[in-house]
């Protein structure tokens, strides 16, 4: 189920899907990034002055990463009382952590 967060100046949804967040359909981003943590924050802040948070290239205002973020808290509740989503949780992660040492 999506759970719809906003829709951009350019018609596309960002949505999130699980434990996933999607613009378009596709995936952006798999985790928020608070704008004082990001690296190009001084930009951002320039750009998107009400902007606490970053969905991958996307800024986020306090109440569509409160959004983001329920829907991470539910669908990890609702992961944990799956015993396959656990499964594919963990063969996820294995695969990121191999992207991450180069191994493909």
Do not use: C, S, W
């Not at 829709?7 to 704008?35: K, P, S, W, Y």
């Not at 983001?68 to 499964?87: C, G, R, S, W, Y």
């Amino acid at each position: 189920m999506a759970i719809l967060v906003k829709t951009t100046q350019d018609g596309r949804r960002l949505e999130v899907v699980g434990l996933a967040i999607t613009l378009g359909g596709r995936l952006e981003a798999n985790e928020l990034i608070e704008v004082k943590d990001h690296p190009y924050r001084r930009a951002i802040r320039t750009a998107a002055p009400e902007a606490t948070h970053m969905a991958g290239r996307v800024p986020l205002t306090p109440a569509e990463a409160e959004i983001v973020l329920t829907a991470f808290k539910q669908a990890e509740a609702d992961m944990l009382a799956n015993p396959v989503a656990i499964h594919e949780r963990f063969r996820i992660a294995a695969m990121m952590k191999a992207r991450e040492q180069g191994i493909e």
